[in-house]
C-alpha cells in the first residue's frame, strides 16, 4: 500500500508530545519542525489519525512542497502539482488558508488568488474542459510559506481538531481540548494518579484526563472532511478506524479526577459537558472556591489554567488568587502542580519557583507551563482511589 506524507500542526513548543503521539498510533516520523510534525501513513492512517489523536489542529495530506521567491514561480511550481491525482472533475477547491514567515511573498490573499489558478488550469488541461462546476464534495487546502518554502496540504479533518463535539458550553477564554490534551502528557499523571483541576471552567483538563483514562479516542462522536473523499480513503478505513475505537473504551476503570470552581452555573455546564464526551461517571465536580482547595490523599496533582486577567478589572485581584493557589498548594502533601498562565508574576505570588517552565503559544499569546514537581510515591504504595 503506497505510504503519503500527513502533516500534524500542533501548538509552537509542543512537537515533542504530538510526535510522541504519532508514534504511539505505529506511524513513522519523517520531520518535525516548529509547530508541525510530517509523518508516513497509509490511507487507513487518514481515518486513525483523525479519530485518535489528541494533540492536532487537523491532518493536512501534503500535496508537495515547492519553492518560489515570485507569484509566476508559485504559479508554475502549483501547477506542476498532480492534482488531478486528488480532486475530481466537479470537486470544489480553494485555498482556506495561506500563511507566510519570513517570504518574499506575504499577502495571503494574492497567494490564495494565484494559486487558485494555477490549480485550475493545471485540471482543465488534464480534465479537458473550460469550466469546473465545482458542485461536488468540497477540498479545502491550506498552505504555509516559510523562507520561500511553501507547504501545500489537503485538509482532511474539516471543523479543526479541538472541536471534539462535547463542548457546547464554555467558560470565560477557555483553554482548547487539542492544548489541554497536550499539557497534561506533559505531565507523569496516569489514570491511577489523583487529579484536581481547582479552576476548571468548563471542564476542558478533567474531560480531556478521563477520556485519556478511558482510552476514548476524542475523534469518536465527530465527522472529517475526508469521509466525503472515497477515491482517496475508502469508506472502509473510516469503518475499521470507529470499529477499533469502540473497542479500545475501557468502561470498567476507576479515577479520582475532580474539578472546583466558584462559579456554579459553570459547574453545571462542565457537568453537561462531561456527559456530552461520555466521561461523567469519572468525574466530579464541584462549585468551591480556590481557598477551600484540599485533599486528604498525598501524591496528587494539581493541573489547571487559572485567570490571567485579561481584562484591565481583573488583573488587580490576580495576586491574592496566586498567593491563595499557592498557599493552597503547600498544604497539600506530596503533590505535584502544573499550570498554564500568561501572568508574568505567577511564580512571585506563588511564593516558589517552578522546577520548570515552558513557554507555549496558545494562539498569538504566549504563555508559561509552571512545572512543579512533587515526589513518586513509593513502589507497590499508591494512594487507593476515592471509587
Known amino acids: 500500500m503506497e505510504l503519503m506524507e500527513l502533516i500534524a500542526p500542533c501548538h509552537f513548543g509542543l512537537e515533542s508530545v504530538m510526535k510522541r503521539e504519532i508514534l504511539d498510533l505505529g506511524y513513522d516520523i519523517s520531520s518535525v519542525e516548529d509547530g508541525k510534525v510530517t509523518f508516513l501513513a497509509d490511507e487507513e492512517g487518514i481515518a486513525y489519525a483523525n479519530l485518535f489523536l489528541r494533540t492536532t489542529e487537523r491532518i493536512l495530506l501534503k500535496i508537495g512542497q515547492v519553492h518560489a521567491e515570485t507569484y509566476d514561480e508559485l504559479f508554475e511550481a502549483t501547477k506542476a502539482l498532480p492534482w488531478e491525482n486528488y480532486i475530481p472533475k466537479n470537486g470544489r477547491f480553494w485555498i482556506t488558508k495561506a500563511n507566510s514567515i519570513k517570504s518574499k511573498l506575504f499577502s495571503p490573499s494574492d497567494i490564495q488568488s494565484i494559486m487558485k489558478k494555477a490549480i485550475v488550469e493545471r485540471l482543465k488541461s ?123 473504551i475501557r468502561h470498567d476503570i476507576e479515577t479520582d479526577i475532580q474539578g472546583f470552581d466558584i462559579d456554579g452555573d459553570i459547574i453545571k455546564s462542565a457537568r453537561e459537558n462531561a456527559r456530552l464526551a461520555g466521561v461523567d461517571q469519572l468525574i466530579h465536580f464541584q462549585q468551591r472556591p480556590v481557598k477551600e482547595l484540599s485533599h486528604p490523599k498525598k501524591y496528587g496533582f494539581l493541573i489547571t489554567n487559572p485567570p490571567y486577567g485579561e481584562r484591565l478589572e481583573d488583573k488587580e485581584h490576580l495576586p491574592e488568587l496566586y498567593r491563595t493557589l499557592g498557599e493552597r498548594y503547600r498544604m497539600l502533601d506530596s503533590w ?5 498562565t500568561s501572568y508574568e508574576d505567577a511564580e512571585r505570588y506563588l511564593g516558589k519557583k517552578a522546577d520548570k517552565n515552558r513557554k507555549i503559544y496558545n494562539g498569538m499569546l504566549k504563555t508559561y507551563f509552571y512545572q512543579y514537581q512533587g515526589p513518586k510515591p513509593p513502589k507497590g504504595k499508591k494512594e487507593p482511589l476515592r471509587r
Open 126 to 248: 488534464v480534465y479537458h474542459v473550460d469550466w469546473f462546476p465545482e458542485d461536488q464534495e468540497e477540498y479545502p487546502i491550506r498552505v504555509s510559506i516559510l523562507k520561500d518554502e511553501v507547504t501545500i496540504g489537503l485538509d482532511t479533518s474539516g471543523t479543526s481538531l479541538h472541536k471534539r463535539g462535547y463542548r457546547k458550553l464554555t467558560a470565560k477564554a477557555p483553554i482548547t481540548e487539542t492544548l489541554a490534551a497536550a499539557l497534561i502528557m506533559l505531565t507523569p499523571w496516569k489514570q491511577d494518579r489523583i487529579l484536581v483541576d481547582p479552576f476548571c471552567g468548563s471542564g476542558t483538563f478533567p474531560i480531556e484526563a478521563a477520556m485519556m483514562a478511558a482510552d476514548l479516542a476524542p475523534g469518536l462522536s465527530r465527522n472529517f472532511q475526508a469521509e466525503k473523499w472515497s477515491h482517496l480513503v475508502p469508506k472502509k478505513c473510516w469503518q475499521n478506524a470507529r470499529e477499533d475505537a469502540r473497542d479500545r
Open 336 to 340: 505535584s502542580m502544573y499550570l498554564i
